[in-house]
């Protein structure tokens, strides 16, 4: 269930997302999850989780650059190419290029000012 006082505005450079708290749409075993605008958190005190902000601020970032469908189409592609090579689930999510980057810049805060667009390719590998 997503709660109406639950809601912020997080100020990002291409607009704004909008933070949501729900246990049932992030799935188990991760504290959030981004859908353009929406960042969903798993609960109420990771608001504060300035590197998860961040992480998902990366996410929110990449997903604008691809247009937010195409972006959700290799990322399911790219894991599932993942999850045959590696046979498993976590190891195939955390080398998904977004993730990659994502997890590699969460905790520089001010990673998307100086990021260039696109970066996410560098993170592909063979």
């Known amino acids: 269930m997503v709660y109406k ?6 100020d990002f450079r291409m607009g704004y997302s909008v933070i949501l708290i729900s246990k ?5 075993g991760y504290l959030g999850i981004t859908i353009f605008p929406f960042m969903f958190l798993k609960f109420k005190e990771l608001k504060g989780h300035t590197v998860l902000i961040n992480h998902e601020k990366i996410h929110l970032k990449q ?12 990322y399911t592609l790219e894991f ?8 498993n689930w976590n190891l195939a999510y955390r080398n998904i290029s977004f ?25 592909v590998r063979k």
């Open 63 to 74: 997903q604008l650059e691809l247009l937010i469908i195409p972006f959700f189409m290799v």
């Open 80 to 87: 599932f190419i993942r999850l045959i090579k590696y046979r």
């Open 5 to 10: 006082d639950n809601v912020n505005w997080i």
């Open 24 to 28: 049932y749409i992030v799935p188990r």
């Open 99 to 123: 993730e990659r980057e994502a997890f590699r810049n969460e905790k520089d805060l001010n990673y998307l000012q100086s990021r260039p667009l696109f970066n996410f390719i560098n993170f």
